[in-house]
């Protein structure tokens, strides 16, 4: 397998870059941020800010052919100090020449264990979000992009290739468990990474620069609204029986599961299109997503920097490494009527459930242990205080038992990337889910 050669357009990244504005001549206009920070009175009397005129549909998200900003006229009479504060205060994220003396930044590149291979001016790269500096030339946006496919892609082929018949709907969710936004925020903190009160060119490189606005997930959603409300959990994961069923929130009807993979993210969210940008001219954005994005970008810059095999090495260990009980992420609505449609298209007989033993049915805590089975073949057993439950119970364990079936020896496509990977073996691939 021919694997993806990206060192041709990754130029950016390899190699560290400097802010110019940093060696800028005197008295030349200089960057600077939407609203500059209170500076000391000796310094407010000296510099001067001057507001240029704003085209109200300015673009912060990326970089704008006639781009009209603020600029930061520093005199020639200034301290030598108070030029270098000025210069800093003018600056959206901190400069690429701090990363060397951030004790935060060094402390986090020693916890991760990265090789010296990995510039901690690239690290410092990935602590800045878009919301705190537009640029893309500073910001961790096309590295995160980068980290999002390849967790992406990283987790699905583990999960399907360890589960083979696990539904559409639980796969979404498992992979959401793995690699979602709150899994990543929580890896975040774990990691010792701390969020910036606001972001700045005075700021230590070394904390998760943001603008954040965690209000926009109090907000409530209307029609009129830039802001979409956070994807409910419990709506993410539907039952199998159910799965043709529209949103409350959709105006057509999906037809089927498989539409899942067409019209939904890899964490099976409807995607609504292309993101509206917000209305006002500061772009915010909220913890999980910056996060997210500080996580995407560290992986995008281990592949980038040392390749695939350390970025898959990453990934096992801080991603693949976490508990995940896939069992618990099953649904059914009518687990009896599911069961014997897959005995049906399996070519087993019916499935009959049989009562194996009881305890005090004239008490007033009865147990009932209940098989289900397809001819002599048991396919599962369930307990409960009613036949009615045990009964159910035991057709969603023969369920379970089929969707969470797993090889012994799995073996994923990105093993046999390399030169020295192991030959190619076969997955299972299984039909599909039951569709009722």
């Known amino acids: 397998m021919k694997a993806l050669r990206l060192l041709r357009w990754s130029g950016s990244v390899l190699s560290p870059r400097t802010r110019p504005c940093l060696f800028h001549p005197l008295q030349q206009p200089l960057p600077s941020r939407r609203f500059l920070p209170a500076i000391p009175s000796p310094l407010q009397q000296a510099v001067q800010y001057q507001d240029r005129d704003r085209d109200p549909d300015g673009d912060l998200w990326g970089p704008s052919q ?7 006229i520093i005199p020639e009479d200034m301290p030598q100090s108070h030029q270098q504060e000025a210069r800093l205060r003018a600056l959206p994220s901190p400069p690429i020449s701090a990363a060397r003396s951030s004790a935060k930044l060094a402390a986090l590149h020693a916890r991760l264990s990265f090789s010296p291979r990995l510039p901690i001016e690239t690290l410092a790269r990935c602590l800045v979000d878009a919301s705190a500096d537009p640029n ?8 995160a992009l980068l980290g999002h496919d390849l967790y992406s892609y990283y987790t699905s082929e583990a999960i399907l290739c360890r589960y ?27 990691w010792g990474v701390e969020l910036v009160a606001e972001p700045g060119g005075e700021v230590d490189p070394g904390y998760l620069q943001c603008r954040r606005n965690d209000s926009m997930l109090k907000r409530k959603h209307s029609p009129d609204s830039d802001i979409d409300p956070p994807p409910d959990v419990g709506k993410r994961q539907p039952s199998v029986a159910a799965a043709d069923r529209p949103a409350p929130e959709q105006k057509t009807w999906r037809r089927g599961v498989s539409s899942t993979t067409d019209f939904d993210d890899e964490f099976g969210d409807l995607v609504k299109g292309k993101a509206r940008r917000p209305k006002s001219k500061e772009a915010t954005t909220t913890v999980d997503n910056a996060c997210a994005r500080f996580v995407q970008a560290v992986m995008g810059a281990i592949y980038l920097h040392r390749g695939k095999q350390a970025a898959k090495l990453f990934f ?28 049906a298209r399996e070519g087993f007989e019916s499935p009959v459930a049989r009562i194996l033993s009881e305890t005090g049915r004239s008490s007033r805590h009865p147990v009932f242990i209940v098989g289900v089975f397809a001819g002599r073949e048991k396919l599962g057993e369930g307990s409960g205080s009613s036949l009615n439950e045990a009964r159910i ?29 192991r030959p190619w073996k076969p997955v299972l691939v299984d039909i599909g889910e039951i569709i009722v």
């Open 164 to 190: 083979p018949r696990l539904p559409t709907a639980v796969v979404f969710a498992a992979v959401a468990a793995y690699v979602g936004p709150k899994t990543l925020t929580q890896i975040t903190k774990e």
């Open 316 to 343: 096992n260990e801080h991603i693949l490494s976490r508990h995940l009980d896939v069992g618990k992420m099953f649904e059914f609505k009518q687990p009896t009527r599911d069961l014997s449609r897959l005995c």
């Open 136 to 143: 893309p030339d500073f910001n961790n946006t096309s590295l």
């Open 66 to 72: 006639d781009h009209k900003d603020d600029d930061l």
């Open 393 to 421: 119970r035991a057709a969603v364990g023969a369920l379970k038992g089929w969707y969470l079936y797993s090889p012994l020896d799995t073996r994923v496509p990105s093993d046999v990337e390399g030169a020295n990977a």
